[in-house]
């Protein structure tokens, strides 16, 4: 199914802003990045809530009805004021793009509607802990099952394998010419068997961490702890349910390529590949173009993106990305680096 007209399918809530709506959220953008510095780093989202609080009140209720939703997997929000002219050309690696203040305006937008829903955090072994990621095709990349590749990126909850993921994972479109979709699979619109939903809702499975966590934390941190949790995580996964919650609204967690049954376990390794079947079927391509944010569930959908040919000419496609938690961080880490949680 692709990305269709405006509307209300059953898992994709759309919202477009009028040009008032999109003024003010721009308008209370600048407010917040005049007084809170940049929205790459932790010290902008403290107190940020004064300013979520300013933005159109005529928004308000539709992050909310997404949030108190147990049937929505998404939320698009479209019409944000984007200036892809002013935000540059589209940077060659996410290394260049780290230091880079010209889309600060495009971010805050992006961190206002995300701290709407919840608080925003970053993982350290992501992007040097940048609050907002640069998604986009990298050359060296191109086969890898990241947001820097270019093949085509398979069903994952973000960060499926660590119990602290987020619950929210938030993109905003700064470019995407060839309009390449990013893909959606809701678990409400899974069409699966009595006997495939309980085994899958048996903790049978394993779920690896994805390897640019460990490349990133054996990079940057050689001999810490985070690296040998996250090894410990690789090598001897906790075994997990791939459905879990409530049974009539079930959440789910699963990363295609790194999630295993036991071997020899024929039944779980059937349940599993009927549920990335019934991914597949029930998939929805949303196209993130500019100014489009699409605000996705991470425990009520999973997604991927479609395969594309990358240009490498600075008109690449160009997306940020940031992360909402479901519930509260600790507070005992105040300081720079707050928001950047331990793996
Ligand atoms: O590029 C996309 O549309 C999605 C990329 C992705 O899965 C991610 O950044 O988590
Ligand atoms: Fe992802």
Known sequence: MDDGALGHSSSILRY???????????????????AQGSPAKSPFYEGLEEHVHRIPESICPVLKEFKDSSSLGALR?????????????????????????????????????????????????????????????VESDREQQSGHGSVALDWHTEDGFHEDRCRYLALLGVRNLDRVPTT??????????GEHRSVLSERRFR?????????????????????????????NPEPAALLFGDAEAPFLRIDAPYTTAPAGDDEAAEALAAIVDELTRAQRDVVVGEGDVLIVDNYRAVHG??????????????????????RRLPKATAGPDARVLAI
């Open 207 to 235: 779920i690896r961490p994805d390897l640019e966590h460990l490349r990133q934390l054996a990079t940057f941190a050689p001999d810490s702890e985070m690296l040998r949790r996250a090894r410990e995580m690789h090598e």
């Open 305 to 326: 993106r479609r395969a594309f040919e990358p240009r490498f000419d600075g008109t690449d496609r160009w997306l940020k990305r940031m992360s909402v938690a479901g």
């Open 16 to 34: 477009a802003l009028s040009a008032e709506e999109a003024d003010g959220l721009c308008t209370v953008a600048q407010t917040a990045l005049a």
């Open 77 to 137: 929000i479209s019409g944000v004021r984007v200036d892809p002219d002013r935000c540059g050309p589209t940077p060659a690696s996410w290394q260049e793009a780290v230091d880079d203040r010209r889309q600060e305006l495009e971010e805050a937008q992006l961190a206002l509607l995300a701290s709407g829903l919840g608080e925003v955090f970053a993982w350290p072994t992501l992007q040097r802990g940048r609050m907002v990621q640069n998604l986009l095709p």
């Open 184 to 193: 959606l699979g809701t678990v409400n619109d899974l069409r699966l068997t």
